[in-house]
């Protein structure tokens, strides 16, 4: 989704922002701009396409003059991806400019009054009328002018505008949309995305809805939504530049996919204390437990796919109802929940509108909201009763795999806790499972190690037109995440089944060289896997499958196998993904992909 940048201080702007742009990349877009002010004119520079041609078109900034500017990399919501209506867009005499992330519900409306008032546009975007309606307004005064169009405005924003009798200021608003100030000695930044100024400053504010900051070299003041004056000081982020970078690796999905024992055992460790799961920022009595009569799980994509995989896991260990449902039909089914549901908002960037708007849906309706976030003081962190968050660090790769991991890391800590809290679990059951789960990042490393096994595969098997995922229970939610990293970063039509449902439609689209990769970790349910697979390949199919290392002989039905180690039942979905990861990153290199910035996705969907 779009990024912004914006900078004001001593150095030359242009070359900053453009350094913060590649920053946001991953994010997903598909053209870019920037506009500086230098002496009392605002120069916009605009391309389609990479950056890279942003770059080229200035020289790498070197042609801008200016000590502030702002930048914006602009995925397509209202008009088709071109020059004209990437942003940042100028208001018709020039004096405004405008980069946004977000939608203007009431754009029309705004746009025909301005065209009826002799206003001109250019573009097919909502933003532009921000740039005009700010010119229509403007009385010489900055801040009033911006107050009024903020007041005129519906719908969501993050907001960074120039105006040229101004050179010294960047005004920033919020609504809805991500944006943080970056604090730094004599120059200060503005960013949808931390990512993009650390490089220059770990200090960071936050900005919350509804309010506005002005932002020079050195001053920022910031505004409430009633515009009063308010102190915030910055945060220190502790990310080294390594957690932004690629640091070595081909690509972030990669790096991240290596990451991945780091950052479960990151979730885990300040949670156990002396043998017991600590979740102190949840904080449940167990009388509130208790009163907990059904969970309701949303999330969108691989959020919504651990929301699957804790289904079984909240069921078989606390024998508890549980929904999980994919954010967006959630917000609009008038969700059967009350204030005895605990709902649980799964999202690595906290930001995904749907998500967002399910939180809003279940608060409304009084259930108890829990969100499992990565990005610290997010948006649905924010509207959460509580919140626990994985320290997978910045995730960059639109793909996301130490994110999912460290997501289900916290369904099993959270699992675990309750169950013993509601005694449903005994105390050596207990052990267990807090032993088995700080042995995970080990295992985790030992699947990884095994890393070539699984690029040989991919090798052999790239040009796949189709490949089918199966499995039972907990596999067939694991399954489901296979088939999705198939989809987005390897281009190659994938799908999930309940191995069970294959007979009642699916396996007529089995034929001969049919790829179908099954995954079967539960002991209980081999042999009707086993089975599962012996129907398929007697239609033809070649059956890679995913399975506990074991010393006895697996009957050789399947063509491949990859063996992940054996660990307790409910924690095996952190293994049996690593392969289906790595399985789609080698197919993607193998066929070009590009893999970091998948077409038409964007790592963060901040709309609907
Ligand atoms: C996963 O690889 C996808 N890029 C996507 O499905 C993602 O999980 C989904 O958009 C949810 O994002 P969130 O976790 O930031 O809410």
């Known amino acids: 989704m779009c990024g912004i940048v914006g900078y004001v201080g001593y150095d030359k702007a242009a070359p900053l922002l453009l350094k913060g742009l590649e920053k946001l990349e991953y994010r997903g877009y598909d053209s870019a701009g920037i506009a500086v002010c230098n002496e009392n004119a605002i120069q916009v520079t605009k391309s389609k396409g990479r950056l890279k041609i942003l770059s080229d078109l200035t020289k790498e900034g070197q042609t801008l003059p200016g000590n502030i500017g702002i930048g914006h990399t602009r995925w397509a919501t209202h008009g088709v991806p071109s020059v004209i209506n990437a942003h940042p867009h100028l208001s018709e005499l020039k004096k405004f400019a405008v980069v946004h992330n977000g939608i203007i519900e009431n754009y029309i409306p705004i746009k025909e009054k301005l065209l009826k008032a002799g206003k001109k546009f250019v573009s097919d975007t909502d933003t532009e009328v921000i740039a005009q309606l700010a010119e229509f307004y403007y009385d010489g005064n900055f801040f009033e002018t911006i107050k009024k169009v903020l007041s005129t405005l519906e719908g969501s924003y993050a907001l960074a505008i120039l105006c040229d009798d101004y050179p010294d200021e960047i005004i920033v608003a919020k609504k809805n949309n991500p944006l943080i100030i970056g604090v730094g000695v004599n120059e200060n930044f503005v960013s949808s995305d931390i990512t993009a100024v650390v490089s220059r400053t770990k200090n960071i504010i936050r900005l919350n809805d509804g309010e506005l900051a002005v ?90 796919h651990v929301g699957c995989v804790a289904k079984y896991i909240f069921e078989s260990l606390l024998r508890n109802p549980t929904e999980v449902e994919i954010s967006s039909e959630f917000r609009y089914k008038n969700p059967l929940i009350d204030k005895n549901t605990l709902v649980i908002a799964i999202s690595q960037s906290g930001e995904t509108a749907d998500t967002l708007a399910a939180v809003k849906e279940a608060k409304k309706l009084g259930a108890k909201v829990l969100s499992i976030v990565n990005v610290v003081g997010s948006s649905i962190a924010a509207e959460s009763d509580s919140v626990l968050y994985t320290w997978a660090g910045p995730e960059i790769s639109v793909a996301t795999t130490k994110a999912y991991s460290t997501q289900l890391t916290i369904i099993y800590l959270l699992a675990i806790y309750m169950a013993e809290k509601l005694s449903k679990i005994t105390a050596s059951e207990y052990e267990f499972y807090i032993s088995e789960i700080q042995n995970l990042p080990v295992q985790i490393e030992k699947v990884l190690s095994h890393k070539d096994v699984v690029k040989d595969l991919a090798q052999k098997f790239y040009n796949a037109k189709n490949v089918f995922f199966i499995g039972r229970n907990i596999d067939y939610a694991v399954a489901l995440e296979g088939a999705l990293k198939a989809k987005e970063i390897s281009y190659i039509h994938s799908e999930a089944y309940a191995a069970g449902e294959l007979k009642h439609g699916p396996i007529s689209l089995i034929e001969d060289g049919s790829l179908v990769v099954t995954l079967a970790t539960k002991e209980d349910l081999f042999e009707k896997m086993i089975s599962n697979i012996r129907e398929v390949k007697a239609r033809g199919a070649v059956v890679i499958l995913i399975t506990n290392e074991r010393p006895e002989d697996i009957n050789e039905v399947s063509d491949f196998n990859i063996f992940i180690p054996k660990v307790c039942e409910i924690m095996r979905p952190s293994l049996a993904v690593v392969p289906l990861q790595i399985f789609s990153y080698y197919i993607a290199l193998l066929k070009d992909c590009d893999i970091d910035k998948p077409r038409n996705l964007a790592k963060s969907v901040t709309v609907e």
């Open 215 to 304: 932002i020079k070299a050195n001053d920022i003041k910031i505004y409430d939504s009633n515009y009063n004056e308010i102190k915030r000081d910055p945060f220190v982020v502790d990310w080294d530049i390594c957690t932004s970078e690629k640091c070595g690796y081909d690509h972030f999905m990669l790096k991240e996919i290596m990451e991945q024992p780091l950052a479960v055992k990151n979730t885990i460790g300040p949670r156990i204390q002396n043998g017991k799961i600590v979740l102190d920022d949840i904080n449940f009595t167990k009388e509130e437990l208790n009163n907990i009569n059904k969970i309701s799980i949303v999330g969108c994509g691989s959020a919504y």
